[in-house]
Structure formats: C-alpha cells, structure tokens
C-alpha cells in the first residue's frame, strides 16, 4: 500500500493545514488568531465540497506552546467554524501536546467544552498524536470509511511539526 500524502493547504508560524482524503489535519504552533481560524473556516468547508458524501474527520493538534487563550473574537469564530462543519463531520480528534499543567488545564478545558456542546459525532481530547489515531481509526471503521480508517495513521504522521509534509 502506497504511504498517504497529505496536501498543506496552509502553512505559516502559527498554523498548518493538511488535507489527505476526507481528512483535515490542523496543527496550531500559536494560539489561535481570528483570521487564521477564517482561513481554517474556509478550508474545512472546501474539503466537505471535495468530499463526495460531504463528511470530513478532523484531527486537530495544538503544540504546547499554542496553549493560551484565544482572544473573544477568536473565540466567535471558532463557534462560527463549528457550527458551519458541524452536520459534516464523523470524528473529531483533539490534540494537547505537553505535560505540564497548562496543557493539562487546557485538555480539561476542551474536554468540558466538548461535553457542554452535545456535538453529533465521537468527539475526544488526547495528550499525544499517538494516543489519538488508533481510535480515530476506530471511528472511521464503525462510519464506514475503512479506506480512510487505514491511511489515517500514515496521513497524520507525514505532516512535519515543523514545515511542510
């Protein structure tokens, strides 16, 4: 089996986007800004387009030194980017990356969050990427998209922390 490559869509200090299938990868280096999540608003909606059935999996990582709080009008926008992709998607991996207690609050945050908003679709928050693409394959499998569940995995890991996949 070919290895998956993953196209970045969008790449600069504070954000990467990557897609691969029905896939979006999103890998915050900063916190979060209002413009870069309506860049990210813009190509999660042009993936759902791209997709024949119109559903898309999200895997979203946020290294550790991303992990302050965005601004309010971040913060509208991420509710904004949400709620347009919300019928879209079949599973939606979160990513904390660090160890400390930030990390650790943040995790717990997005996890209340997650819980508050009833989201439609299997919806959970990791410490590691590995931790995360087992049961995102999990969840593609039991969605029906056994294609995706197996180069999920390869997907994710092919893009760089740093640049370019």
């Known amino acids: 089996m070919d290895v998956p490559v ?13 897609v691969w299938s029905r896939v979006f990868i999103n890998r915050w280096r900063t916190v979060a800004t209002q413009e870069r999540l309506v860049v990210l608003g813009e190509q999660q909606r042009a ?8 559903r898309i999996a999200v895997v979203t990582v946020l290294a ?9 009008p971040a913060r509208k926008e ?3 980017v949400a709620k347009s992709v ?14 400390g207690f930030v990390a650790a609050s943040i995790r717990a945050l997005i996890t209340g969050i997650s819980l508050a908003i009833r989201a439609p679709y299997p919806n959970k928050v990791f410490k590691t990427v590995e931790e995360a693409l087992p049961w995102v394959e999990q969840q593609l499998t039991k969605a029906g998209y056994p294609e995706d ?17």
């Open 78 to 80: 991420a509710e904004v």
């Open 64 to 72: 550790d030194k991303s992990g302050s709080m965005p601004s309010g």
């Open 86 to 99: 919300r019928d879209a998607v079949i599973v939606q991996a979160q990513v904390v990356e660090g160890d």
């Open 149 to 165: 569940a197996a180069g999920v995995g390869a997907a994710v890991r092919a893009v760089d922390r740093g640049g370019k996949a």
């Open 47 to 54: 993936l759902v387009q791209a997709t024949d059935d119109k």
């Open 6 to 18: 993953p196209r970045v869509v969008y790449d600069d200090e504070g954000l990467q986007i990557a």
